[in-house]
């Protein structure tokens, strides 16, 4: 049945539950109706019959003597100025009675009423009534027997059938309305589906237009404010989003095409004048053993590059979701390590550390090499026997400060871009992405990275991360 469900459109599903609540409505409205249809018209009888009963047991010899008559507890009608006989309801019809002396012979009656065994009870004084359903020429009725003023007992028997009829009548309309209703609901109900999927069917049009046509540029057409609309403008922000990301890619592509190509360029021209040389032994005089040698360092340095671009490239375009799930880490032993690892590459700086414990939610992997980023480009830049200073205070700030000659004012705002290189960079090694990577690392993170000048010479990297408490 699950499984049927979920295969169904949700245009036929909404149609099943609209019908399904109507039709749940209907039956119940008419369950209801026939319940209080038949309760009334059982009381009605019941009530009838008790004051029937009563009546002639009240007055026994009127009865006997024919100079009674039933109650009259329905409405009355005659001349409009009341003058006149009144005219009761025929209360005779239906109605049967029969009066039985104290030797159990019947002395007056109606019609000719079965003596059972709780009349027999009643004459005798074993009960004070009693009530049962006898079969007079085909027909059921209700009987009651009551003692009568004098001795003997009184039994009154009403005809069950009309009402019966009457009910029967009733559940037959009741389910021919039913049905009716239940058939107009699933019209209703799949009508109200189609007008009320419109809006989604559009949406989803639209949606497709976008996968086949890979237009990312075009939104999906919004109407209203109901909850179709703030569905679209969710699938216009998120392909806003996926056509940012696909921009941002297409940028790296770009860009690091343009920084793969020079030294691979070189590596190539490199590589083809030593295989001349191999090949054409008469030209060795013009490559002299020192020549050859720088060539080969030039090449190994370019390599180097070429590798170290290579890991920056992939580490730059890696997602939020890698292999190393987040995790709470100790920021100062991240510090410490990456101090540690710097200072090996950089023997002739000091590194003066103060670190406070720090707890942090994030990646440790992603934080040492964002930290190793930062003291790398301190130590490139800081002058031979310089200092650089690292603080991690308590609030998850870290800041590193290097005494060299610092960054301009003009290319403060572009340091954190991806292969951007101020122009005193161009000269060194370097491939521009190492910022990039501390800034996305940061931003993965929760934090902010800033760069600020240092007093009186130097530059002052600031991160902050959001601390565990």
């Given at each position: ?8 459109t949700?245009r036929d599903?909404?149609?099943l539950?609209v019908?399904?609540a ?5 039956l119940?409205v ?10 009334i018209?059982?009381?009605?009888l019941q009530?009838?019959?008790t ?6 047991a ?15 507890t329905?409405?009355k009608?005659?001349?409009?100025d ?7 309801r025929p209360?005779?019809l239906g109605?049967?009675w029969?009066?039985?002396?104290a030797?159990?012979a019947?002395?007056?009656d ?5 003596i059972?065994?709780?009349v027999?009870q009643?004459?005798a ?10 079969m007079?020429?085909?027909d ?10 004098g ?5 009154v028997a ?6 019966g ?11 021919a309305?039913?049905?009716?209703g239940?058939?107009?609901a699933?019209?209703?109900g ?7 999927l419109?809006?989604?069917?559009r ?9 086949v046509?890979m237009?990312?540029?075009?939104p999906?057409?919004?109407h209203?404010?109901?909850?179709i ?11 806003g989003?996926?056509d ?8 790296l592509v770009e860009d690091a095409?343009?920084?793969l190509r020079?030294?691979?360029?070189s ?5 083809e ?6 090949r054409?032994?008469e030209?060795a005089?013009?490559?002299p053993?020192?020549?050859r ?8 340095a ?6 170290t671009?290579?890991?920056?490239l992939?580490?730059?375009a890696?997602?939020?979701t ?16 990456a ?11 000091t590194?003066?550390?103060e ?5 942090v939610?994030g990646r ?15 130590a490139?830049w800081?002058?031979?026997g310089g200092?650089?200073?690292v ?6 700030r870290?800041?590193?400060?290097d005494?060299?000659p610092?960054?301009d004012e003009?290319?403060?705002p572009?340091?954190?871009d991806r292969?951007y290189r101020a122009v ?11 910022l990039?990577?501390?800034?996305q ?7 902010t ?5 240092n007093?009186?010479?130097?530059t002052?990297?600031t ?7």
């Amino acid at each position: 049945m699950i499984a049927w469900w979920h295969r169904r459109t949700l245009r036929d599903r909404l149609s099943l539950l609209v019908s399904g609540a109507v039709a749940v409505a209907v039956l119940v409205v008419a369950a209801v109706a026939f319940a209080a249809v038949f309760e009334i018209q059982h009381r009605q009888l019941q009530s009838q019959l008790t004051t029937d009963a009563q009546a002639i047991a009240a007055q026994p010899d009127q009865w006997r003597a024919g100079t009674a008559q039933l109650p009259d507890t329905g409405p009355k009608f005659g001349p409009p100025d009341g003058k006149g006989p009144p005219w009761h309801r025929p209360r005779d019809l239906g109605t049967r009675w029969q009066i039985i002396g104290a030797d159990g012979a019947a002395v007056s009656d109606s019609a000719s009423l079965p003596i059972t065994a709780g009349v027999k009870q009643v004459l005798a004084g074993r009960r004070s009534s009693a009530q049962e359903t006898v079969m007079l020429d085909g027909d059921r009725y209700q009987m009651l027997t009551l003692p009568a003023t004098g001795g003997g007992v009184v039994q009154v028997a009403i005809n069950q059938d009309p009402a019966g009829r009457t009910l029967g009548q009733l559940g037959l309309l009741l389910a021919a309305g039913s049905a009716l209703g239940i058939a107009g609901a699933a019209l209703l109900g799949r009508a109200v589906a189609r007008a009320g999927l419109v809006p989604v069917s559009r949406l989803a049009e639209a949606v497709e237009d976008v996968a086949v046509t890979m237009d990312l540029t075009r939104p999906v057409p919004v109407h209203g404010v109901d909850e179709i609309a703030r569905l679209g403008r969710s699938v216009n922000t998120m392909l806003g989003a996926i056509d940012a990301s696909r921009r941002a890619q297409r940028t790296l592509v770009e860009d690091a095409s343009h920084e793969l190509r020079t030294p691979l360029t070189s590596i190539r021209t490199n590589i083809e004048l030593l295989l001349a040389v191999e090949r054409r032994p008469e030209l060795a005089h013009r490559l002299p053993p020192e020549e050859r040698a720088r060539l080969l360092a030039d090449l190994e340095a370019q390599v180097g590059e070429l590798a170290t671009l290579t890991t920056e490239l992939v580490e730059l375009a890696r997602e939020e979701t890698t292999r190393e799930e987040p995790e709470p880490v100790d920021l100062a032993d991240i510090v410490a390590a990456a101090v540690e690892r710097v200072r090996i590459r950089a023997p002739g700086l000091t590194f003066a550390v103060e670190l406070a414990p720090v707890t942090v939610h994030g990646r440790p992997g992603e934080l040492e090499r964002m930290v190793v980023n930062v003291l790398d480009n301190a130590a490139k830049w800081s002058p031979a026997g310089g200092t650089v200073d690292v603080v991690l205070e308590s609030g998850g700030r870290l800041t590193v400060r290097d005494r060299g000659p610092g960054i301009d004012e003009a290319d403060r705002p572009f340091v954190f871009d991806r292969f951007y290189r101020a122009v005193a960079a161009r000269g060194m090694p370097g491939s521009g992405l190492g910022l990039a990577i501390v800034a996305q690392t940061a931003a993965h993170h929760g934090g902010t990275v800033s760069v600020a000048p240092n007093d009186p010479q130097g530059t002052v990297m600031t991160i902050r991360l959001p601390v565990l408490s």
